[in-house]
T-cell receptor, first 113, second 109 residues
């Protein structure tokens, strides 16, 4: 069974530029999560989707971050414009349903110069 | 949300058992304990979870104390590939994973 797929794996951009990350969850998983992981820290939840609906986005900085999950499968996380402090690893995870075990992708490492 | 406390780092000799403790003294009766690990430059990998009873799978064993205030993850025969950061997480009623800084386990040859 294929795991969670994320792309790109690495991205280097200049500040004020836009950037987007893509996630394809495990087939059949209804719940999808985006996390941000700063260096030396554990991941922090940004947003959780149940099917197409964002049910927990309280930690998403809405002035510059946006996310979508069209058709309840793939998801995209966007930052516009990026700031130096956005440099981090962005992780996507999925679970069959809320409360079930989450499975993580390899992450996208973002460096903002 | 229940908070977990783990040692910052531990060393273990290759081939020996690695015992990683976690304190979760504020855990509620219906909250599960999950363990993940993160090898450098990879996403967190699920290891095991439990509610009250001890659990074992092909990767590890999880021992939860009777009062549920602490648990221990046991890797029975640690290898160099087990070197990673290990996270203990208590899953709340809001289904949110709250990661701490974890325990950095180094397996020594």
């Amino acid at each position: 069974e294929a795991g969670v797929v994320q792309s790109p794996r690495y991205k280097i951009i200049e500040k004020k530029q836009p950037v987007a990350f893509w996630c394809n969850p495990i087939s059949g998983h209804n719940t999808l999560y985006w996390y941000r992981q700063n260096l030396g820290q554990g991941p922090e939840l940004l947003i959780r989707y149940e099917n197409e609906e964002a049910v927990d986005d309280s930690q998403l900085p809405k002035d510059r971050f946006s996310a979508e999950r069209l058709k309840g499968v793939d998801s995209t996380l966007k930052i516009q414009p990026a700031e130096l402090g956005d440099s981090a690893v962005y992780l996507c995870a999925s679970s069959s349903d809320r409360g079930e075990t989450q499975y993580f992708g390899p992450g996208t490492r973002l460096l903002v110069l | 949300d229940a908070k977990t406390t783990q040692p910052t780092s531990m060393d273990c000799a290759e081939g020996r058992a690695a015992n990683l403790p976690c304190n979760h003294s504020t855990i509620s009766g219906n909250e599960y304990v999950y363990w993940y690990r993160q090898i450098h430059s990879q996403g967190p990998q699920y290891i095991i979870h439990g509610l009250k009873n001890n659990e074992t799978n092909e990767m590890a064993s999880l021992i939860i104390t009777e009062d549920r205030k602490s648990s221990t993850l046991i890797l029975p025969h640690a290898t160099l590939r087990d070197t990673a950061v290990y996270y203990c997480i208590v899953i709340t009623g809001t289904y949110k994973y709250i990661f701490g800084t974890g325990t950095r386990l180094k397996v020594l040859a």
